[in-house]
């Protein structure tokens, strides 16, 4: 792999600035949920551990270059505190006298958190001025907000430019998951691509489809590829005018040898709401006034074959209406059956996205599988095949 890690860094008495991302929800000034906090403990840890003192960069919220006081980090102290099991200091700018003198009183198994870094516009527009200001606080730059890679901000891209960097290790565990999965697979690779539609994930799809061995598609997004070959999907979800580009995207697929897995058989219904009547039929029998929702058991048997013959799975995007039971039948099976041959060490399985992620949760699946990246925005680039601005800036 092309970065660094802390394991390079000698870490001895150095001033580490550290990008973190801990955007966690706080209500009344106290952090509600400090899932995001707890996952940057092992980093902190590790640069106490070798003596160095860590600086953390962070945004808040979107301040829009302005000092907002809602969006300070300072309400965060007590949450990180708890987390490290250090003293947390606080100072109110990430730049300037302030921030240089906050840097000069920093003693050893302490941490000093710096303010919001989208208070200063350069932030996003990232302003070699405000980077070189921030470089000035520190000997290394770790980054370790991997879902904050996809943009080229002065903390995230500018600032690693100017001193010695490397990955977190969260970010290094992000990094060699999905390295594993999409850049160099053991294969047969299979990708579950669903959600709700194309126009979102269409470049996901014609990233995929030059990778993957076999592309399951499903969700709302499955109805676009069912209309395209000419079936009447009622009133489904259905991109009518992304019809074109679904029979590019199979065109392509046959181009490269992927065999792409649509829905043979699916449950409709009438009604979208939890617990509505619905029946199973053939992907070309949707009736006029109805509904495709869900994947049907002859489909879920396929995907299940396609599992069992993967070494490796990426998956984004759930396979049906899975927040309104009964219409997760598609998602938890899948789901299921993937957690169970990575148990068995016969998969390797990594998956992404916001709803993609509660589907799996709710499915009680997520903890089995081998890795679940929780980074949104980044995760999604990052399976369109694009580089990422802070990924490339660690050298990678
Ligand atoms: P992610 O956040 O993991 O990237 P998406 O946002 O693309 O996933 O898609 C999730 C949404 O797709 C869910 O709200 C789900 O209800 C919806 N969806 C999936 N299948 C269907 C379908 N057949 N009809 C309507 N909505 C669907
Ligand atoms: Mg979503």
């Known amino acids: 792999m092309g970065w660094n890690t802390l394991d390079d860094m000698e870490l001895g008495a150095k001033r580490v600035l550290v990008r973190v ?10 952090v509600t949920d400090d899932t995001r906090i707890r996952r940057i403990v092992p980093t902190i840890h590790d640069i106490l551990a070798s003596g160095g003192r860590p600086i953390l960069l962070a945004h808040f919220g979107r301040p ?22 250090v003293p947390v200091l606080f100072c109110a700018d990430c730049r300037g006298p302030a921030a240089e003198a906050a840097v000069a009183t920093l003693k050893d198994g302490q941490v000093l958190l710096l303010e919001n870094t989208r208070f200063h516009a350069g932030e996003t527009a990232n302003d070699p001025g405000l980077a070189a200001e ?17 943009r080229a901000h002065a903390s995230t891209e500018g600032l690693a430019r100017l001193l010695p960097a490397c990955a977190g290790r969260l ?79 199979i065109a392509k ?62 998956w984004n995007g759930p396979l049906g209406a899975f927040e309104i039971p009964p219409f997760d039948r598609a998602t938890n099976a899948a ?24 589907a799996l949760n709710q499915a009680g699946a997520a903890q089995a599988f081998t890795y679940i990246s929780t980074a949104g925005g980044a995760f999604l680039e990052w399976m369109e095949g694009k580089t990422l601005p802070g990924v490339a800036a660690l050298g990678g």
Do not use: W
Not at 135 to 149: E, K, V
Not at 211 to 221: A, C, H, N, P, R
């Open 171 to 249: 970010m290094q565990g992000e990094l060699s998951a999905l390295e594993t999965a999409l850049g160099n697979p053991q294969r047969p690779l299979v990708a579950v691509v669903g959600g709700a539609k194309v126009s979102s994930k269409l470049e996901l799809l014609g990233n995929l489809v030059e990778k993957v061995d076999t592309l399951v598609i499903g969700g709302g997004m499955a109805n676009t590829f069912l209309a395209a070959q000419g079936i009447d999907v009622g009133k489904s979800l259905c991109e009518h005018d992304m019809t074109d580009t679904a029979r590019t995207i």
């Open 335 to 358: 789901a299921s059956k993937a957690a169970e041959l990575t148990k068995a060490g016969q998969l390797v399985s990594v998956a992404g996205g916001g709803d993609t992620v509660a």
């Open 64 to 85: 829009k270059g302005k000092h907002v006081p809602e969006m300070s980090l300072r309400p965060l102290v007590p949450a990180l505190e708890a987390a490290f099991g």
């Open 21 to 30: 991302d801990v955007n966690v929800p706080v209500e009344n000034g106290v």
């Open 134 to 150: 921030m470089a000035a606080l520190g000997d290394i730059y770790c980054n370790d907000a991997f879902s904050a890679a996809h």
């Open 253 to 314: 697929a046959q181009g490269t040898g992927c065999h792409i897995l649509l829905p043979g058989d699916v449950v409709v219904a009438r009604d979208f709401k939890a617990g509505a009547a619905n029946e199973t039929v053939g992907a070309d029998a949707c009736p006029a006034d109805a509904m495709i929702l869900d994947a049907g058991p002859e489909t879920v048997a396929r995907i299940v074959t396609a599992l069992e013959s993967a070494k490796t799975l990426i």
